[in-house]
């Protein structure tokens, strides 16, 4: 079974600064997504970003990246010039590639941003 | 975009009483739709996939007699908690992806949760 790793239960970055977060995941799958999915006090699941397992290149979304290795089975989401907006819970997820598997998150880690 | 509607977003009911929460989405069609749940402070962990026209996939530990789910159209999901106890108080999420997409273009829509308190 596909398991989900976020080491960092809580990160703090100030207003404008960049963070990293990070995730770890173990499949024996070739083919994957992996997700960021955002979740304010609201409780709504945003997705931040995904990445396909077979494109080698990073995912980017304005001030949001990925860094994406696959040997090292590694997801980290890196957060640019940090806005007020950004402080929520963030969770990595995986979805095997076929047809309406479900979706695995990590536990979340936190996100404060200070003013 | 796909939008999930899911309804009520927040239900407090007696102990021993049935509670049904509907799942839809209003722009595309799901064959599939994932029922997960939320603790205070913790991950989403899947309880179910709910399959159109067919039986529902439990999770191991879910018990499918507790958590009826009815997956009668390709827009349309319920999760019934039966008997429900304090215990089940939680946040409850669905999720579908439009079937009419592609996998790698398609990712997970959520609905906006139901949080279930019982007393």
């Known amino acids: 079974a596909q398991t989900v790793t976020q080491s960092q239960p809580e990160m703090s970055v100030q207003e404008a600064e960049t963070v990293t977060l990070s995730c770890t995941y173990d499949t024996s799958e070739s083919d994957y997504y992996l997700f960021w999915y955002k979740q304010p006090p609201s409780r709504q699941m945003i997705l931040v970003i995904r990445q396909e397992a077979y494109k080698q290149q990073n995912a980017t979304e304005n001030r949001f990246s990925v860094n994406f290795q696959k040997a090292a089975k590694s997801f980290s989401l890196k957060i640019s010039d940090s806005q007020l907006g950004d402080a929520a819970m963030y969770f990595c997820a995986y979805r095997s590639a076929p047809d309406n598997n479900d979706m695995r998150f990590g536990a979340g880690t936190r996100l404060t941003v200070k003013p | 975009g796909a939008v999930v509607s899911q309804h009520p977003s927040r239900v407090i009911c007696k102990s021993g009483t049935s509670v049904k929460i509907e799942c839809r989405s209003l722009?595309?069609?799901?064959?599939?739709m994932f029922w997960y749940r939320q603790f205070p402070k913790q991950s989403l962990m899947l309880m179910a996939t709910?399959?159109?026209?067919?039986?529902?996939?439990?999770e191991q530990g879910v018990e499918k007699d507790k958590f009826l789910i009815n997956h009668a159209s390709l827009t349309l999901s319920t999760l019934t908690v039966t008997s429900a106890h304090p215990e089940d108080s939680s946040f409850y999420i669905c999720s579908a992806r439009d079937a009419g997409r592609a996998s790698y273009n398609s990712p997970l829509h959520f609905g906006n949760g139901t949080r279930l308190t019982v007393t």
């Open positions: 722009d595309f069609q799901a064959t599939t």
């Open positions: 709910s399959n159109e026209g067919s039986k529902a996939t439990y």
